[in-house]
């Protein structure tokens, strides 16, 4: 990417001393000499409201934020194409950012117009501003009696030097970054597949390891446990009761070590958990355990926050401590314990009345079924085990780290070629013919329309489902609403209906099968067994640059969405879709409802086909998206009830 790269043939001392040296054709004037402040207002409060932030720059604001939200918009201050709008009091964050469109700001931002339109390339200068070094600047220049006060004024801003390449340089900038960016998303994007798909097969090895064994031949027979499934002939099936037996010993004086449960690192000394709270001051009572004992965080062990303990210590007097009958093996079943379909047992026996406080108890794990090894081949899974999981992490940990140092390459990239320390003008002629637009053309560049967006992110969610038996139409619509009203994804702009599948969009979901086919992603065809599903066609995966391009800010929300929705059956994606909808449309409604009132409303005023679930199964799919953060915000538009008299 970088190969042949240069610097610059003759330099000049900048004025900005953390700048150093910049190429000598290059302009260096104050801010003055290229903006204006305005100080236009909205007289009848109509245009778009937009936000400035400094992740995403200018953009409009969600509709469901309504913090510091003014009754009317009339006064604020309207912003066009190509001004430069700063937060004042978050400048020295760069909470700043070039508008792509007309619409209105907070009274109390900053607003500047290029005084000569063409001189200052949008997307170069809004890089340039952004760059750690100008983040300093506008902290030296910012004026406040604390820290959370500091304020950015305009006569301030407009005193600092901006630097000016010619016009086609910022333009063969733009391009060359441009393309960097995809590049360097794309490789983080196959990172994170590479990190996705060596997690399922981990996932899948264990899960086989566990109720199979490792003799792919053995004979197997029933094990008479819906989530188990076959198990080794000679293998038994056995309650935890028969497993497990619980002790409650407790520390007298609180001396010993103190251990802390993590969902990620397990059951540690304390010191190495960040971020603890509810710290006692005295551990005398605590409830103690020995190595190899099972500890549960009786609060989160449906989560699955429980660990074997590794060092004898004091721990929660409110965890369960299980200890092993027969102590051999003993890694086994923590690992059966903590695989997908053992922790939708877990999920289903916890229990509570108050709101996101269900525990685990003892009586219901006792109840749990469990397929048991003999002892010398449980020793022999958790050995093969213990291979796989360390291969997965030498390689996921590996793919993090390369990630991690290619977003710090890319900040570093944009800082040495915006200000010049690097020469991109003979790259950015090579690249395959690609143009960018001038700024005064791409004012009238056509945006996509809403059917191209839906398409992008269809093909994405159906790329990321590939290869999953129970994955067809139906799954993809649920899919669909929760990335557009979770990820607040303007653009999808679908039109729910209340329908027996629903939340249901047809006319949308014609229009996706349409475009999927249009541009040779995914042709959608029905199975003899599961109803529309889709297969992939030639350009499968082109749409990856479409989808960087539009939402490469919500990545990581959306590849935690994924990571719910890809174990789910269908009917659980329908189940927490018509939950997500029906309390959404309660926030929007602004009506005050429990979780009686909202299993009531999908039973009573969905569709009659939703009776065919059971209270409990919403209930607790309730719990279970606030345990995930799956929870709505009041954004999009409300749901509609369905057109078709349904027959009876």
């Not at 004898?312 to 092993?324: E, F, H, K, N």
Request: charged share 30%.
């Amino acid at each position: 990417m970088i190969d042949g790269l240069k610097p610059y043939s003759d330099y000049k001392d900048s004025a900005l001393p953390w700048l150093g040296k910049i190429p000598a054709h290059w302009t260096e004037k104050r801010a003055k000499y290229f903006y204006r402040e305005v100080d236009e207002r909205s007289t009848t409060g109509t245009e778009e409201l937009l936000s400035v932030s400094h992740k995403t720059g200018v953009t409009p604001r969600p509709k469901h934020v309504t913090m510091f939200k003014a009754e009317s918009n009339i006064g604020h201050k309207i912003c066009r194409s190509e001004d430069l709008v700063i937060n004042t009091m978050w400048a020295f964050m760069a909470a700043l950012g070039v508008s792509r469109q007309v619409g209105v700001v907070s009274p109390s931002y900053g607003v500047y117009r290029p005084i000569r339109m063409g001189e200052l390339h949008p997307q170069y200068i809004d890089r340039l501003l952004r760059i750690e070094a100008y983040k300093s600047e506008y902290l030296c220049r910012s004026t406040g009696i604390r820290a959370s006060r500091l304020r950015l004024y305009p006569d301030e801003f407009l005193r600092i030097p901006i630097l000016s390449p010619p016009p086609e340089e910022q333009s063969a900038i733009v391009r060359f970054l441009d393309h960097a960016d995809r590049r360097i998303r794309r490789y983080i994007r196959a990172k994170r597949k590479l990190i996705e798909l060596l997690n399922e097969q981990k996932q899948a090895l264990i899960h086989q390891a566990v109720t199979r064994g490792l003799d792919p031949h053995i004979k197997l027979k029933p094990s008479g446990v819906k989530w188990i499934g076959d198990v080794p002939e000679h293998w038994e099936v056995q309650r935890c009761r028969y497993i497990f037996r619980e002790v409650d010993k407790r520390s007298l004086d609180g001396s010993e070590l103190h251990l802390s449960m993590s969902q990620k690192l397990g059951l540690v000394p304390s010191h190495q958990v960040d971020n603890r709270t509810l710290v006692s001051e005295n551990y005398a009572g605590g409830k103690l355990c020995e190595v190899n004992d099972l500890v549960l965080n009786r609060l989160k062990a449906h989560l699955g926050v429980f660990s074997l303990a590794r060092n004898d210590g004091v721990i929660s007097p409110d965890y369960t401590v299980l200890r092993a009958i027969d102590i051999c093996g003993v890694e086994y079943f923590e690992h059966l314990l903590k695989s997908p379909a053992c922790r939708y047992e877990l999920r289903v026996r916890a229990k509570g009345i108050v709101e996101g406080f269900w525990r685990l108890y003892t009586d219901d794990f006792y109840d749990i079924r469990l397929p048991v090894p003999p002892a010398e081949e449980r020793n022999q899974i958790v050995a093969r085990l213990a291979e796989i999981v360390a291969d997965c992490e030498v390689v996921c940990t590996r793919a993090d780290r390369e990630c991690d140092l290619l977003r710090e390459y890319r900040t570093r990239l944009i800082a040495d070629v915006v200000t010049g320390k690097l020469d991109v003008r003979e790259a950015a002629a090579q690249l395959d013919g690609q143009v960018v637009e001038e700024p005064s053309k791409r004012r009238s560049a056509k945006q996509p329309n809403k059917h191209f967006y839906r398409s992008v992110l269809a093909a994405e969610i159906v790329d990321r489902h590939q290869g999953e038996r129970r994955f067809g139409r139906i799954k993809l619509q649920k899919a669909l609403v929760l990335a557009e009203y979770h990820l607040q994804l303007t653009e999808i702009q679908s039109d729910l209906k209340r329908a027996a599948a629903g939340p249901f969009d047809n006319a949308m979901m014609r229009s996706i099968d349409a475009q999927l086919k249009k541009q040779k992603w995914f042709e959608a065809y029905k199975s003899e067994d599961a109803g529309y599903q889709y297969k992939p066609l030639k350009k499968r995966g082109s749409h990856q640059t479409y989808f960087d391009r539009y939402w490469s800010s919500k990545q990581a929300d959306f590849d935690r969405l994924i990571s719910l929705l890809k174990p789910m059956r269908t009917i659980q994606a329908e189940i927490v879709a018509t939950l997500y909808s029906a309390w959404n449309d309660f926030l929007i409604d602004g009506e005050q409802f429990d979780d009686d009132r909202l299993v009531a409303e999908v039973l009573t005023n969905w569709h009659p086909k939703k009776e065919r679930i059971t209270r409990n199964r919403w209930h607790k799919a309730i719990q279970w998206m606030r345990d995930y953060e799956l929870v709505p915000t009041g954004f999009g538009a409300h749901t509609q009830q369905a057109t078709k008299k349904v027959k009876k």
